[in-house]
């Protein structure tokens, strides 16, 4: 990594162990990596910033990478690696506050219908999603109805009840919790160690 990179970039998890606060979720999708049951359409819900978007991402590594027998997706990986730098060609990611017309998730359901081209599975990422349209939902819904094969969707949202029933129903839901000020002091002082900054206590307690 390069010295002038920004930090909640260099710091963003990378497995699922990384992702601080939210082991109820984090166990499960490794135990359904494992046992290769895995869904085909997930929403995860929960505040912002507290590790959606970075689980979504590590599970799609899990999915297309060799991983540990416990389910971690190896770190070294040509995959991980390509999903960690954004040029891995399976993972699409769609930012719902920008693309929510009918038009964006017809693009999205034409795209579904070609199978992965260098992992074990497509996996489509749609964040912000309550901000779709009625129409938009209509059209993915029909995605989630009948899903093609090995095709993962993640939709995350800070607003679950914005959705409509029938996409939630569709869905295997994870409510990721706010954080603790434990877990983010324990984070901050993992990153410190790391970046060999001193501080003290009282101040971590204040970013907190």
Request: charged share 30%.
């Amino acid at each position: 990594m390069t010295n002038n990179q920004v930090f909640y970039r260099k710091w963003r998890p990378t497995r699922f162990d990384e992702v601080a606060g939210q082991d109820h979720i984090t166990k499960t999708l490794k135990r359904a990596v494992v046992s290769d049951r895995v869904a085909h359409a997930y929403l995860f819900n929960g505040p912002r910033g507290v590790g959606k978007t970075s689980t979504a991402r590590i599970l799609a590594k899990a999915l297309n990478a060799d991983t540990t027998p416990d389910g971690e997706p190896i770190a070294d990986s040509d995959v991980s690696r390509a999903i960690d730098n954004g040029s891995f060609l399976d993972l699409i990611e769609i930012d719902a506050a920008s693309n929510r017309r009918i038009d964006d998730i017809r693009d999205i359901r034409e795209n579904t219908k070609f199978q992965a081209t260098s992992g074990g599975y497509k996996v489509y990422i749609i964040d912000e999603v309550h901000n779709l349209t009625t129409e938009a939902f209509n059209a993915l819904l029909k995605t989630l109805e009948e899903p093609p094969p090995n095709i993962v969707m993640i939709l995350a949202t800070t607003e679950a009840s914005s959705l409509p029933l029938t996409v939630v129903s569709r869905c295997q839901r994870f409510d990721f919790k706010r954080l603790s000020n434990e877990d983010v002091i324990n984070r901050l002082i993992e990153i410190c160690d790391a970046e060999e900054i001193e501080t003290e206590p009282a101040v971590l307690e204040m970013i907190a």
